[in-house]
């Protein structure tokens, strides 16, 4: 089972006049993993979808949504999957990668069968996120030992954070898409600090290894007009490209980044000087 939602893109000047529940109703994404579902947000952000699958009694297919008006989900699009639960298996037209935990796997535009499956004695947990496609290009499995290791920040500033480049053109040919997981090294607590904005692409943020009765404080908006959504483990949020993305935990935990929009340059940001934020 295959459920949308369709999220529409916000003028800045409006958002800084919505309440919590308003900013919470249109940027934070609650609720991503339901029992023998694929549950899925789009985005009109560079068109950006986010979503979960999670297999428990039964296999689960990637079936086309009403948004996408295609006969399958990766007509025009591209896919990138990463596992953030127990071993598990994403078959692509019939051939199966099996994704253990924190790997990713790139699916390419034109695949027609994406089936989530369990292996035996394992939850696998699939983070997804996907973006238009003009090109072909094959499925490639990520692991772990293939990701682009950033070492970041200073215990100093509770910052210290390992950087994994997973889907990325240094890694992986794509058109647009490109993810990655960051995790903070414990006592460190503030990610993507000092921020950045980059109005060329947007970004999608899924907190994750969060421990449980602790909570993220995800900073969003212009860097002169901040404001937060206090967020769960297992919840993602839509970042506009107009906004910084940043965020505190009251405990350590894992955070995954997905993008998609103008250029492939991960570099291509605009840095704000912690102490002119407002």
Request: glycine letters at 8%; proline letters at 4%.
């Amino acid at each position: 089972m295959t459920n949308s939602e369709l999220r529409y893109a916000h003028h800045p000047n409006d958002v800084k006049r919505y309440t919590t529940q308003e900013l919470r109703e249109h940027f934070l994404i609650p609720e991503l993993f339901k029992n023998d579902e694929i549950n899925l947000t789009y985005s009109m952000y560079d068109r950006f979808i986010v979503g979960g699958a999670f297999p428990v009694d039964k296999d689960l297919q990637l079936e086309t949504i009403d948004d996408l008006k295609a006969e399958n989900f990766l007509d025009r699009r591209e896919l990138g999957v990463i596992n953030v639960g127990g071993a598990g298996v994403v078959e692509v037209d019939g051939q199966d990668y099996e994704l253990n935990h924190k790997e990713a796997l790139y699916v390419g535009k034109g695949t027609k069968n994406v089936i989530f499956k369990r292996k035996a004695g394992e939850q696998p947990i699939f983070y997804l996120n996907s973006a238009p496609a003009h090109k072909e290009f094959p499925t490639k499995k990520v692991g772990k030992e293939d990701a682009e290791v950033v070492h970041l920040g200073d215990e100093k500033y509770a910052n210290k954070r390992i950087l994994n480049k997973l889907i990325v053109n240094s890694i992986v040919e794509t058109c647009q898409l490109q993810m990655g997981m960051t995790e903070l090294v414990a006592g460190n607590v503030w990610n993507t600090m000092p921020p950045h904005t980059h109005a060329r692409r947007m970004e999608a943020y899924f907190y994750f290894d969060l421990e449980e009765g602790q909570t993220i404080s995800h900073f969003m908006g212009q860097p002169d007009e901040t404001r937060h959504i206090f967020m769960k483990n297992h919840q993602a949020v839509l970042s506009p490209e107009w906004s910084i993305h940043a965020g505190a935990g009251t405990s350590n935990y894992t955070f995954i980044w997905g993008m998609a929009g103008e250029n492939l340059d991960y570099g291509d940001m605009d840095k704000v000087d912690p102490d002119n934020l407002k």
